[in-house]
């Protein structure tokens, strides 16, 4: 990681900064859902459903994009997250299609963004002192 020039860290900050903001977005619009299947019965509950797997899709294809960018290093930082699930989270969506898994999206929701966020914050902090060491 610290081979990379100003410019390619940047832009891995970046890309970690949109994906924290996609995780605080999934925390703020889904604060207080008590019961996630009960959003199905709804046109309102379905687009919010919509577009939290957007945002989850996202996260998973910006890991993919940043563990490509820099060779797998990166996420080694913070081995306690199974990136290899996380990377898979935008496939699982993305090639659901029209079978929508609502169990699945509660739990990332639920149980994975807190860890993830703060995997992310981490990561973001290393990369802001690579860069301020250059």
Do not use: C
């Not at 703020?28 to 009960?38: K, T, V």
């Not at 703060?118 to 860069?131: C, D, F, G, P, T």
């Amino acid at each position: 990681m610290e081979s990379k020039s100003i410019q390619q860290l940047k832009l891995i900050l970046l890309t970690l900064e949109d994906i924290d903001a996609s995780i605080t977005h999934l925390k703020n619009w889904n604060a207080g859902i008590q019961d996630f299947l009960a959003l199905e019965a709804t046109e309102e509950g379905l687009q919010k459903l919509a577009a939290d797997a957007m945002l989850i899709e996202a996260i998973g294809e910006g890991i993919k994009q940043l563990d490509k960018r820099t060779e797998g290093k990166l996420f080694s930082l913070q081995p306690n997250i199974p990136w290899h699930l996380v990377m898979g989270m935008r496939d699982k969506i993305a090639h659901g299609y029209f079978d929508l898994d609502i169990g699945y999206i509660e739990d990332v929701i639920l149980n994975d963004i807190d860890p993830l966020q703060n995997a992310i914050k981490s990561l973001m902090q290393y990369v802001k002192e690579l860069i301020n060491k250059k």
